[in-house]
Structure formats: structure tokens, C-alpha cells
Nanobody, 120 residues
Framework: VQLVESGGGSVQVGGSLRLSCAAS????????MGWVRQAPGKDPEGVAI???????RYVDSVKGRFTISKDYAKNTLYLQMDNVRLDDSARYYC???????????????RGQGTQVTVSS
């Protein structure tokens, strides 16, 4: 099983990015999927999750700005990031686990991450 993130980069405050996570070796069906970010010196933070029924949850700091979605046909998870802020700068990881409870701390699968840097 492999999760490969892409789409990170540098963006100015107020701008947008779309992160992608392509999965190989398994299908998203039946798994909880999520995006987790980690800034230097900080603990991992669960940003957004989407469960096997398509229900989504977001950390308060990104509500109304970020949107998580998945394309079953392409086996790809997305994170649309709009109106980004300086404190959104972090490495963003895609994660998958049968249970949403473990997405942030101990997912069965996690990618290598993609860096997002927000500047003023």
C-alpha cells in the first residue's frame, strides 16, 4: 500500500492550493481518510477527515476554508485549501485507517507528506 501526496508549494496569504493523495495497493472504500499536518516543533494535527460514508469533519481553524473530498474512480483524496493563513504552513500528510479515531496518531497508512509554505 502506498499513499503519495502532491500539490504542495509556496503560496501567499489568502491564496489557494489543492493537495492530492494517490493511493495504490488498496481502495479507499471502507477506510477513513484524512489529512494531518505537522509544523516544526509541534505535534501532528488532524486537519480534515472523510469517513467511509463520505461524512467530513474539520479542525475548527480550517472550517470554511478547507474542503476534503475523494474520487473513488481515481482512488485519490484531495484537500482544497482556500484563503490560507500563515499558520497553515506545515507538512501535510495523507493518512488512512479503518477507524477515524487513529487518523492523526496511528494510522495504518501514511504518505511521505507534501510541504505547504504560506508567506505574507
Amino acid at each position: 500500500v502506498q499513499l503519495v501526496e502532491s500539490g504542495g508549494g509556496s503560496v501567499q496569504v489568502g491564496g489557494s492550493l489543492r493537495l492530492s493523495c494517490a493511493a495504490s495497493g488498496y481502495t479507499y472504500s471502507g477506510y477513513c481518510m484524512g489529512w494531518v499536518r505537522q509544523a516544526p516543533g509541534k505535534d501532528p494535527e488532524g486537519v480534515a477527515i472523510i469517513d467511509s460514508d463520505g461524512l467530513t469533519r474539520y479542525v475548527d481553524s480550517v472550517k470554511g476554508r478547507f474542503t476534503i473530498s475523494k474520487d473513488y474512480a481515481k482512488n485519490t483524496l484531495y484537500l482544497q485549501m482556500d484563503n490560507v493563513r500563515l499558520d497553515d504552513s506545515a507538512r501535510y500528510y495523507c493518512a488512512a485507517d479503518p477507524s477515524c479515531d487513529w487518523i492523526t496518531t496511528k494510522p495504518d497508512y501514511r504518505g511521505q507528506g507534501t510541504q505547504v509554505t504560506v508567506s505574507s
